[in-house]
């Protein structure tokens, strides 16, 4: 049974920071491409950044280039979403999700874990 659980959410003042994990289990870490989503209330989910199996290839939403960094340890079997210089319009529930290939598409992976809160206050 794969699971995909955040951590790291919460509360933080516009330009903190705050790093979000995501620990898989029950798949093959190693072999699954990884993404973190975003969704806003009232809003549609939207992609925010993808790494590749191995950490060589990452893509980023615009919104979001020059202030997160998505990377994965692979020996923990864990994906990272560094969040700086957070706006209140970063305010959503993140999802790490897993895939078969770096896609900026949600449609491209097949778990996804059950999110986490961040809130962004100004």
């Known amino acids: 049974q794969v699971q995909l659980v955040e951590s790291g959410g919460g509360l933080v003042q516009a330009g903190g920071s705050l790093r979000l994990s995501c620990a898989a289990s029950?798949?093959?870490?190693?072999?699954?491409?990884m993404g973190w989503f975003r969704q806003a209330l009232g809003k549609e989910r939207e992609s925010v950044a993808v790494?590749?199996?191995?950490?060589?290839?990452?893509d980023y939403a615009d919104s979001v280039k020059g202030r997160f960094t998505i990377s994965r340890d692979n020996a923990k079997n864990t994906v990272f979403l560094q969040m700086n210089s957070l706006k209140p319009e970063d305010t959503a529930v993140y999802y790490c999700?897993?895939?078969?290939?770096?896609?900026?598409?949600?449609?491209?992976?097949?778990?996804w874990g059950q999110g986490t809160q961040v809130t962004v206050s100004s």
């Open positions: 999700a897993a895939g078969k290939i770096a896609t900026m598409s949600e449609y491209d992976y097949n778990y």
């Open positions: 790494i590749s199996r191995r950490g060589g290839s990452t």
């Open positions: 029950g798949l093959i870490f190693v072999n699954s491409a």
